[in-house]
């Protein structure tokens, strides 16, 4: 199993970012998809899931402003990022769970700021 996350930057805030996650390695389009996020000095923290039939879940702090979405044919997965605020800056990471194992990208660093 392989996930590359890309897309991150330094953006100001009410910009937008969108981050890819290129999978590989299992069934893509079987397996739920999230988007993790981890701030200095805090928990990694759920931001976005989307499952097999692309329904959606997203954490309060950003339902309204991140859009997640896939593409099976491509065996990617999305993260729009509309309206950035400051507190939205961490390393992002692409997470799937395959047999009780979870895997994890390298992490893709957005940064808000101006």
């Known amino acids: 199993v392989q996930l590359v996350e890309s897309g991150g930057g330094l953006v100001q805030p009410g910009g937008s970012l969108r981050l890819s996650c290129a999978a590989s390695g299992f069934t893509f389009s079987a397996y739920v998809m999230k988007w993790y996020r981890q701030a200095p000095g805090k928990e990694r923290e759920l931001v976005a899931s989307i499952s097999s039939g692309s329904s959606t879940y997203y954490v309060d702090s950003v339902r309204g402003r991140f859009t997640i979405s896939r593409d099976n044919a491509k065996n990617t997965v999305f993260l729009q990022m509309n309206s950035l605020k400051p507190e939205d800056t961490a390393v992002y990471y692409c997470?799937?769970?395959?047999?009780?194992?979870?895997?994890w990208g390298q992490g893709t660093q957005v940064t808000v700021s101006s």
């Open positions: 997470n799937t769970r395959l047999l009780n194992t979870n895997y």
